[in-house]
């Protein structure tokens, strides 16, 4: 929610107009949101007496159920706009069909729709929202580890438009967010490793404690979906609490003071150099988690040939990508990739490259003065230490699938949503997501229940 404050005042030649934007907006930990003893949620809505809710097909599949007793335990009126969100669909037209929805919806100024999903839906239909009217208010529930931990913390919403990420979109915070880790029971193991890539980006630069707490528990957090899988050990559940509440609240102190992203120095921005190109130039695209690990992983040799991070500080690093499966390089990540990537984030960053490194593990600085042949030998070198870890620095299940693009016929994809789900008691063995659970049929997107995700930058 915001609150404009301006005054207007007399030039010689006109007048000058001076605003200032006061934002604000909450996060709650809540568990079962969808819960009917959790009326927090629901109190949102009691005065407006309905919700419209914009969701994906198959967080609908998993949750609709629930999400319909909730509502209808508070007395709630509830429309549901279902969509297919991925890359692939993260575009303008799936932007007009949620407009459509909610003009037919009849939705009333300052009415909050409600999202829920992962970072792509909330991605799409914040967008909406911020463009319907200029300016209508939205409640947050991401699903995903990318969604609650990344997406969630920023106020940027966007589709995508020709070839170009996130070209079209808007600065637009919600009135409410609400963190439920428990979606995570649903999520596919590669998408939690996709997620975990952004937890080591903010921990390496900004938060060595939490890195510690990955480096000490990254298989069993990994495995469990941090902790909220059955079984799941205590001790793992606490690290995974402190981990996400600290690893978010990092976030919000580096991100708040720059909403807009005025300033372009960025510590969140580690990783964000050339990680665009691994997503557009495979045949295949990469992961977003993976893709990020490879350019963290670059840069950290960077930073380790300038004298900046020890070669023990490195080596740790670039072993704690490899033990959660992350990849570390890549075949096509070669000069030319390098000098293309270069060239198109020096444009996003006002002829600067703002290459965030960490220095030492925990904290920050930036890079400015690298020059092509220094990159050149600094990506030869790191090709040469990636070639001794497991795989050869590549990651596991690292490439997008249904999952993240959106489309509808990958037996494999549906089978792992089915295996997830039924995994957490979530989907009875007798049903199928390729079937369509609750008589429902659509496209795969992300959750092996719940939807699916990748953030950006």
Same mark, same amino acid.
Request: hydrophobic letters at 40%; a negative charge; charged letters at 25%.
């Given at each position: #929610?915001?609150?404009? !404050?301006?005054?207007?005042?007399?030039?010689?030649?006109?007048?000058?107009?001076?605003?200032?934007?006061?934002?604000?907006?909450?996060?709650?930990?809540?568990?079962?949101?969808?819960?009917?003893?959790?009326?927090?949620?629901?109190?949102?809505?009691?005065?407006?007496?309905?919700?419209?809710?914009?969701?994906?097909?198959?967080?609908?599949?998993?949750?609709?159920?629930?999400?319909? +007793?909730?509502? +209808?335990?508070?007395?709630?009126?509830?429309?549901?706009?279902?969509?297919?969100?991925?890359? !692939?669909?993260?575009?303008?037209?799936?932007?007009?069909?949620?407009?459509?929805? #909610?003009?037919?919806?009849?939705?009333?100024?300052?009415?909050?729709?409600?999202?829920?999903?992962?970072?792509?839906?909330?991605?799409?239909?914040?967008?909406?929202?911020?463009?319907?009217?200029?300016?209508?208010?939205?409640?947050?529930?991401?699903?995903?580890?990318?969604?609650?931990?990344?997406?969630?913390?920023?106020?940027?919403?966007?589709?995508?438009?020709?070839?170009?990420?996130?070209?079209?979109?808007?600065?637009?915070?919600? &009135?409410?967010?609400?963190?439920?880790?428990?979606?995570?029971?649903?999520?596919?193991?590669?998408?939690?490793?996709?997620?975990?890539?952004?937890?080591?980006?903010?921990?390496?630069?900004?938060? &060595?404690?939490?890195?510690?707490?990955?480096? !000490?528990?990254?298989?069993?957090?990994?495995?469990?979906?941090?902790?909220?899988?059955?079984?799941?050990?205590?001790?793992?559940?606490?690290?995974?609490?402190?981990?996400?509440?600290?690893?978010?609240?990092?976030?919000?102190?580096?991100?708040?003071?720059?909403?807009?992203?005025?300033?372009?120095?960025r510590v969140i921005a580690y990783g964000h150099t050339w990680s665009p190109m691994h997503e557009l130039i495979p045949e295949t695209p990469l992961r977003h988690g993976h893709a990020i690990s490879i350019d963290m992983a670059y840069s950290a040799t960077l930073a380790k040939e300038r004298g900046l991070l020890s070669d023990q500080e490195h080596r740790r690093l670039l072993n704690l990508f490899s033990r959660a499966g992350l990849s570390i390089d890549h075949p096509q990540f070669d000069d030319d990739v390098l000098d293309k990537g270069t060239a198109a984030i020096l444009k996003t960053r006002d002829g600067l490259l703002r290459l965030a490194v960490p220095s030492p593990l925990g904290s920050c600085?930036?890079?400015?003065?690298?020059?092509?042949?220094?990159? +050149?030998?600094?990506?030869?070198?790191? +090709?040469?230490?990636?070639?001794?870890?497991?795989?050869?620095?590549?990651?596991?299940?690292?490439?997008?699938?249904?999952?993240?693009?959106?489309?509808?016929? &990958?037996?494999?994809?549906?089978?792992?949503?089915?295996?997830?789900? !039924?995994?957490?008691?979530?989907?009875?063995?007798?049903?199928?997501?390729?079937?369509?659970?609750?008589?429902?049929?659509?496209?795969?997107?992300?959750?092996?229940?719940?939807?699916?995700?990748?953030?950006?930058?």
């Amino acid at each position: #929610m915001s609150d404009l !404050k301006a005054n207007v005042q007399e030039t010689k030649n006109g007048f000058h107009v001076e605003g200032y934007e006061k934002i604000e907006y909450d996060f709650a930990f809540v568990d079962g949101v969808f819960d009917v003893a959790n009326s927090n949620l629901a109190d949102c809505y009691k005065s407006w007496g309905r919700v419209l809710a914009v969701t994906d097909k198959n967080v609908f599949r998993l949750y609709g159920a629930k999400i319909e +007793k909730y509502f +209808k335990h508070y007395n709630l009126e509830l429309k549901v706009h279902q969509t297919s969100i991925g890359e !692939k669909a993260k575009t303008i037209e799936t932007f007009l069909e949620i407009a459509d929805s #909610m003009t037919e919806f009849g939705i009333i100024r300052k009415e909050p729709v409600l999202v829920v999903g992962g970072g792509l839906v909330t991605d799409v239909a914040g967008f909406a929202c911020a463009a319907y009217r200029r300016n209508t208010n939205f409640i947050r529930v991401p699903t995903t580890v990318i969604g609650l931990i990344d997406a969630s913390v920023s106020i940027k919403v966007a589709v995508n438009y020709g070839r170009y990420k996130n070209r079209l979109g808007a600065y637009h915070a919600p &009135l409410h967010t609400f963190l439920d880790f428990t979606f995570l029971r649903t999520l596919p193991v590669a998408q939690v490793r996709n997620g975990f890539a952004e937890l080591i980006k903010i921990s390496s630069c900004s938060h &060595l404690q939490v890195f510690d707490l990955l480096d !000490k528990f990254c298989e069993q957090l990994i495995d469990s979906r941090f902790g909220r899988a059955d079984g799941s050990s205590t001790d793992v559940r606490k690290a995974a609490d402190t981990i996400n509440r600290e690893g978010i609240y990092e976030m919000l102190k580096l991100e708040t003071p720059n909403l807009h992203e005025i300033g372009l120095d960025r510590v969140i921005a580690y990783g964000h150099t050339w990680s665009p190109m691994h997503e557009l130039i495979p045949e295949t695209p990469l992961r977003h988690g993976h893709a990020i690990s490879i350019d963290m992983a670059y840069s950290a040799t960077l930073a380790k040939e300038r004298g900046l991070l020890s070669d023990q500080e490195h080596r740790r690093l670039l072993n704690l990508f490899s033990r959660a499966g992350l990849s570390i390089d890549h075949p096509q990540f070669d000069d030319d990739v390098l000098d293309k990537g270069t060239a198109a984030i020096l444009k996003t960053r006002d002829g600067l490259l703002r290459l965030a490194v960490p220095s030492p593990l925990g904290s920050c600085t930036f890079l400015n003065d690298l020059s092509p042949q220094e990159l +050149k030998d600094a990506l030869k070198r790191h +090709k040469e230490i990636a070639k001794t870890y497991p795989r050869e620095g590549a990651g596991i299940e690292a490439y997008v699938d249904s999952s993240d693009t959106g489309y509808t016929d &990958l037996e494999t994809e549906n089978l792992s949503v089915e295996n997830a789900a !039924k995994e957490a008691g979530v989907l009875p063995a007798s049903d199928t997501i390729a079937n369509g659970v609750y008589g429902m049929k659509g496209r795969i997107n992300g959750h092996s229940g719940p939807n699916g995700i990748k953030a950006q930058a």
